[in-house]
């Protein structure tokens, strides 16, 4: 089988949002969101701050009350998902180092026993993948941003999910950060993994994006990358004020 022709495994799910509708209080956040995510693809919603990106991604996780229809189509019994978030907020003082957090995150056992005989391995392959392998006895509150954001990268390895849902993982990234991130993305879409991505940066969208949605409380475009990120679609995307309304 030639490389043009070689089928791609697929272990992700495909998802389904239809007529979404999100109200807290009486302010509507999301209305009428309808769009689909293929599986085992790399999916990417942009918009502007405050548009509902991040609420739509915590309905999806089960944290927010929605209406309208959400499902899921598994390929297979075993349904992993894996979250990284934006940022990740402590206090900088504790004396918890990255090996102390990735147990915290990973593991039963409680962390101050130390890391699991069970999941050791797979917490030292997820360091070893995003570059953090020699901070492991580093504290979390020493590192710079970019390396609290591979270590969230780490966490949301384990174990190895079949969805992965991302809040802006490039936000804090360095430049070696970047192209870690990067070599991670190639490696999901090689396995089959469905990404779901919430990302500021256009032009990586452009690059590593499969599909795009655009979110600013409605969808207001979804195709694929050169098609979605035209000036005319960004100016409408942008310009569209995304405070959520109040209801009547």
Not at 57 to 63: D, F, R, S
Not at 111 to 129: C, D, M, N, W, Y
Not at 156 to 166: A, K, R, T
Request: aromatic fraction near 4%; charged fraction near 20%.
């Amino acid at each position: 089988m030639t490389a043009a022709t070689q089928v791609l495994p697929v272990c992700g799910p495909r998802i389904e949002f239809e007529a979404i509708n999100l109200e807290l209080g009486r302010t509507r956040i999301l209305e009428q969101v309808s769009f689909s995510v293929a599986a085992g693809s790399v999916h990417a919603i942009v918009g502007p701050n405050g548009g509902g990106k991040s609420s739509l991604i915590k309905t999806l996780l089960g944290q927010m009350p929605h209406q309208g229809r959400l499902a899921m189509h598994w390929p297979s019994e075993r349904e992993v998902i894996g979250y990284v978030p934006q940022a990740l907020e402590f206090d900088r003082g504790l004396p918890m180092t990255v090996d102390d957090f990735m147990a915290a995150m990973c593991q039963r056992q409680p962390a101050f026993l130390g890391l699991s005989k069970r999941v050791q391995p797979a917490i030292e392959a997820a360091l070893t993948h995003v570059g953090m392998l020699d901070k492991r006895k580093r504290r979390m509150g020493a590192l710079s941003g970019g390396e609290r954001q591979r270590v969230l990268l780490a966490q949301g390895l384990i174990p190895e999910p079949q969805l992965l849902v991302l809040d802006e993982p490039m936000s804090a990234l360095d430049e070696a950060g970047i192209r870690v991130f990067e070599h991670l993305l190639a490696s999901w879409r090689r396995s089959g993994t469905t990404v779901l991505w919430i990302e500021h940066d256009l032009e990586a969208v452009l690059r590593l994006a499969d599909r795009v949605t655009g979110l600013s409380r409605r969808v207001l475009f979804d195709a694929a990358p050169a098609q979605a990120l035209t000036p005319e679609r960004l100016l409408g995307l942008f310009s569209v004020h995304p405070r959520s309304e109040s209801l009547a």
